[in-house]
T-cell receptor, first 112, second 113 residues
Framework: SQTIHQWPATLVQPVGSPLSLECTVE??????LYWYRQAAGRGLQLLFY??????ISSEVPQNLSASRPQDRQFILSSKKLLLSDSGFYLC???????????FGEGSRLTVL | GENVEQHPSTLSVQEGDSAVIKCTYS??????FPWYKQELGKGPQLIID?????GEKKDQRIAVTLNKTAKHFSLHITETQPEDSAVYFC????????????FGTGTRLLVSP
Protein backbone atom coordinates (compact mmCIF):
# COMPACT_ATOMS: atom_id res chain seq x y z
CA SER A 1 0.00 0.00 0.00
CA GLN A 2 1.03 3.59 -0.53
CA THR A 3 2.20 5.80 2.29
CA ILE A 4 3.36 9.38 2.51
CA HIS A 5 5.76 10.70 5.10
CA GLN A 6 6.35 14.31 5.95
CA TRP A 7 8.84 15.82 8.38
CA PRO A 8 9.46 17.56 10.61
CA ALA A 9 5.99 17.62 12.15
CA THR A 10 6.56 20.94 13.90
CA LEU A 11 9.26 23.54 13.89
CA VAL A 12 9.83 27.04 15.19
CA GLN A 13 12.24 29.16 13.22
CA PRO A 14 13.47 32.75 13.54
CA VAL A 15 12.86 35.26 10.77
CA GLY A 16 15.64 35.11 8.21
CA SER A 17 16.58 31.50 8.86
CA PRO A 18 16.46 28.79 6.15
CA LEU A 19 13.79 26.12 5.82
CA SER A 20 13.69 22.59 4.53
CA LEU A 21 10.58 20.42 4.69
CA GLU A 22 10.79 16.94 3.26
CA CYS A 23 8.17 14.60 1.88
CA THR A 24 8.55 11.05 0.60
CA VAL A 25 6.03 8.67 -0.90
CA GLU A 26 6.29 4.89 -0.76
CA UNK A 27 4.48 2.18 -2.66
CA UNK A 28 3.91 4.04 -5.93
CA UNK A 29 5.98 5.26 -8.83
CA UNK A 30 5.88 8.49 -10.80
CA UNK A 31 3.28 10.16 -8.59
CA UNK A 32 2.13 13.73 -9.05
CA LEU A 33 3.36 15.57 -5.96
CA TYR A 34 2.01 18.72 -4.34
CA TRP A 35 2.80 21.22 -1.60
CA TYR A 36 -0.14 23.03 -0.05
CA ARG A 37 -0.16 25.64 2.70
CA GLN A 38 -3.01 26.03 5.11
CA ALA A 39 -3.32 29.40 6.81
CA ALA A 40 -6.10 30.27 9.21
CA GLY A 41 -9.27 31.20 7.35
CA ARG A 42 -7.72 30.73 3.92
CA GLY A 43 -8.21 27.08 3.24
CA LEU A 44 -5.69 25.06 1.29
CA GLN A 45 -3.49 27.07 -1.04
CA LEU A 46 -1.55 25.20 -3.71
CA LEU A 47 2.09 26.28 -3.67
CA PHE A 48 3.88 23.86 -6.01
CA TYR A 49 3.21 20.72 -7.96
CA UNK A 50 5.44 18.30 -9.80
CA UNK A 51 4.69 15.71 -12.47
CA UNK A 52 8.22 14.25 -12.53
CA UNK A 53 11.82 14.51 -11.36
CA UNK A 54 13.10 18.04 -11.73
CA UNK A 55 9.72 19.32 -13.00
CA ILE A 56 8.29 21.97 -10.69
CA SER A 57 5.35 24.29 -11.30
CA SER A 58 4.81 27.25 -9.00
CA GLU A 59 1.33 28.51 -8.36
CA VAL A 60 2.00 31.70 -6.42
CA PRO A 61 4.94 34.09 -6.22
CA GLN A 62 6.53 33.76 -2.82
CA ASN A 63 9.54 33.28 -0.67
CA LEU A 64 9.56 29.52 -1.08
CA SER A 65 10.93 27.05 -3.59
CA ALA A 66 10.45 23.35 -4.25
CA SER A 67 12.61 20.60 -5.64
CA ARG A 68 12.12 16.99 -6.65
CA PRO A 69 15.52 15.30 -6.65
CA GLN A 70 14.07 11.77 -6.78
CA ASP A 71 10.85 10.26 -8.10
CA ARG A 72 9.23 9.97 -4.68
CA GLN A 73 10.88 12.85 -2.84
CA PHE A 74 9.58 16.40 -2.71
CA ILE A 75 11.30 19.19 -0.76
CA LEU A 76 10.04 22.64 0.20
CA SER A 77 12.72 25.22 0.95
CA SER A 78 13.38 28.81 1.77
CA LYS A 79 16.64 30.70 2.07
CA LYS A 80 15.24 33.33 4.45
CA LEU A 81 11.95 32.86 6.25
CA LEU A 82 9.42 35.65 6.69
CA LEU A 83 6.79 35.97 9.39
CA SER A 84 4.15 35.42 6.71
CA ASP A 85 5.59 31.97 5.97
CA SER A 86 4.04 30.63 9.17
CA GLY A 87 1.39 28.00 8.55
CA PHE A 88 0.57 24.35 8.19
CA TYR A 89 2.29 22.79 5.19
CA LEU A 90 0.85 19.71 3.57
CA CYS A 91 2.47 17.42 1.06
CA UNK A 92 0.24 15.28 -1.11
CA UNK A 93 0.47 12.78 -3.94
CA UNK A 94 -2.01 11.85 -6.63
CA UNK A 95 -2.28 8.61 -8.49
CA UNK A 96 -2.12 8.46 -12.26
CA UNK A 97 -5.64 7.16 -12.79
CA UNK A 98 -7.62 8.64 -9.92
CA UNK A 99 -8.39 12.17 -8.87
CA UNK A 100 -7.86 11.52 -5.18
CA UNK A 101 -5.18 13.42 -3.31
CA UNK A 102 -3.50 11.63 -0.42
CA PHE A 103 -2.13 14.04 2.15
CA GLY A 104 0.65 13.67 4.64
CA GLU A 105 0.22 14.53 8.29
CA GLY A 106 1.51 18.06 7.77
CA SER A 107 4.31 20.26 9.10
CA ARG A 108 3.41 23.16 11.35
CA LEU A 109 5.86 26.04 10.88
CA THR A 110 5.99 29.00 13.23
CA VAL A 111 8.26 31.87 12.27
CA LEU A 112 9.09 34.24 15.14
CA GLY B 1 -8.16 30.38 -13.11
CA GLU B 2 -10.58 28.37 -11.06
CA ASN B 3 -12.05 29.94 -7.93
CA VAL B 4 -14.01 27.95 -5.35
CA GLU B 5 -16.18 29.59 -2.71
CA GLN B 6 -17.49 27.66 0.28
CA HIS B 7 -20.23 28.45 2.81
CA PRO B 8 -20.76 28.56 5.71
CA SER B 9 -17.38 28.96 7.36
CA THR B 10 -18.73 27.44 10.59
CA LEU B 11 -21.73 25.24 11.21
CA SER B 12 -23.06 24.03 14.54
CA VAL B 13 -25.72 21.31 14.70
CA GLN B 14 -27.19 18.98 17.28
CA GLU B 15 -26.44 15.30 17.08
CA GLY B 16 -28.92 13.62 14.75
CA ASP B 17 -29.58 16.75 12.69
CA SER B 18 -28.55 17.15 9.05
CA ALA B 19 -25.73 19.41 7.88
CA VAL B 20 -25.35 21.00 4.44
CA ILE B 21 -22.25 22.71 3.10
CA LYS B 22 -22.33 24.53 -0.23
CA CYS B 23 -19.67 25.41 -2.77
CA THR B 24 -19.62 27.33 -6.03
CA TYR B 25 -16.95 27.24 -8.70
CA SER B 26 -16.09 29.54 -11.57
CA UNK B 27 -14.51 27.40 -14.30
CA UNK B 28 -17.14 25.64 -16.38
CA UNK B 29 -14.43 23.23 -17.61
CA UNK B 30 -14.01 21.75 -14.12
CA UNK B 31 -15.25 18.19 -14.05
CA UNK B 32 -14.21 16.62 -10.76
CA PHE B 33 -15.46 17.74 -7.34
CA PRO B 34 -14.16 16.02 -4.20
CA TRP B 35 -14.89 16.66 -0.54
CA TYR B 36 -12.24 16.27 2.14
CA LYS B 37 -12.51 15.96 5.91
CA GLN B 38 -9.73 17.24 8.12
CA GLU B 39 -9.52 16.29 11.75
CA LEU B 40 -7.51 18.36 14.17
CA GLY B 41 -3.77 18.26 13.51
CA LYS B 42 -4.05 15.89 10.57
CA GLY B 43 -4.00 16.05 6.81
CA PRO B 44 -7.33 16.09 4.92
CA GLN B 45 -8.85 12.81 3.77
CA LEU B 46 -11.22 12.24 0.87
CA ILE B 47 -14.74 11.32 1.98
CA ILE B 48 -16.69 11.49 -1.27
CA ASP B 49 -16.31 12.82 -4.78
CA UNK B 50 -18.45 13.39 -7.84
CA UNK B 51 -17.74 13.81 -11.52
CA UNK B 52 -19.55 16.09 -13.91
CA UNK B 53 -21.49 13.34 -15.64
CA UNK B 54 -23.32 12.55 -12.39
CA GLY B 55 -25.84 14.73 -10.54
CA GLU B 56 -25.81 13.01 -7.17
CA LYS B 57 -23.79 10.44 -5.29
CA LYS B 58 -24.46 8.88 -1.93
CA ASP B 59 -22.37 6.89 0.52
CA GLN B 60 -24.21 5.89 3.70
CA ARG B 61 -24.86 9.12 5.64
CA ILE B 62 -23.10 11.45 3.23
CA ALA B 63 -24.19 12.62 -0.19
CA VAL B 64 -23.00 15.13 -2.74
CA THR B 65 -25.10 16.92 -5.35
CA LEU B 66 -23.85 18.76 -8.40
CA ASN B 67 -25.57 21.40 -10.52
CA LYS B 68 -23.32 22.08 -13.50
CA THR B 69 -25.60 24.72 -14.95
CA ALA B 70 -25.44 26.79 -11.80
CA LYS B 71 -21.85 25.73 -11.07
CA HIS B 72 -22.47 24.68 -7.52
CA PHE B 73 -22.22 21.50 -5.50
CA SER B 74 -23.16 20.58 -1.96
CA LEU B 75 -22.28 18.10 0.76
CA HIS B 76 -25.12 16.64 2.81
CA ILE B 77 -24.53 14.77 6.06
CA THR B 78 -27.55 13.12 7.66
CA GLU B 79 -27.93 11.85 11.22
CA THR B 80 -24.83 13.71 12.32
CA GLN B 81 -22.66 12.27 15.07
CA PRO B 82 -20.03 13.94 17.30
CA GLU B 83 -17.28 12.20 15.31
CA ASP B 84 -18.42 14.14 12.25
CA SER B 85 -16.99 17.26 13.90
CA ALA B 86 -14.11 18.41 11.70
CA VAL B 87 -13.21 20.88 8.97
CA TYR B 88 -14.64 20.03 5.56
CA PHE B 89 -13.17 21.25 2.28
CA CYS B 90 -14.70 21.19 -1.15
CA UNK B 91 -12.51 21.31 -4.25
CA UNK B 92 -12.71 21.49 -8.02
CA UNK B 93 -10.36 20.17 -10.63
CA UNK B 94 -10.08 22.66 -13.48
CA UNK B 95 -8.82 20.31 -16.16
CA UNK B 96 -9.21 16.74 -17.28
CA UNK B 97 -5.58 15.91 -16.58
CA UNK B 98 -6.24 15.97 -12.83
CA UNK B 99 -3.08 17.98 -12.37
CA UNK B 100 -4.32 20.03 -9.47
CA UNK B 101 -7.24 20.75 -7.18
CA UNK B 102 -8.47 24.19 -6.13
CA PHE B 103 -9.92 24.11 -2.62
CA GLY B 104 -12.57 26.14 -0.88
CA THR B 105 -11.79 27.91 2.39
CA GLY B 106 -13.28 25.18 4.57
CA THR B 107 -16.26 24.73 6.90
CA ARG B 108 -15.78 23.94 10.56
CA LEU B 109 -18.59 21.57 11.56
CA LEU B 110 -19.36 21.11 15.23
CA VAL B 111 -21.82 18.40 16.23
CA SER B 112 -23.01 18.74 19.82
CA PRO B 113 -24.23 15.66 21.70
Amino acid sequence: SQTIHQWPATLVQPVGSPLSLECTVEGTSNPNLYWYRQAAGRGLQLLFYSVGIGQISSEVPQNLSASRPQDRQFILSSKKLLLSDSGFYLCAWRGTYTGELFFGEGSRLTVL
Amino acid sequence: GENVEQHPSTLSVQEGDSAVIKCTYSDSASNYFPWYKQELGKGPQLIIDIRSNVGEKKDQRIAVTLNKTAKHFSLHITETQPEDSAVYFCAASPNTGFQKLVFGTGTRLLVSP
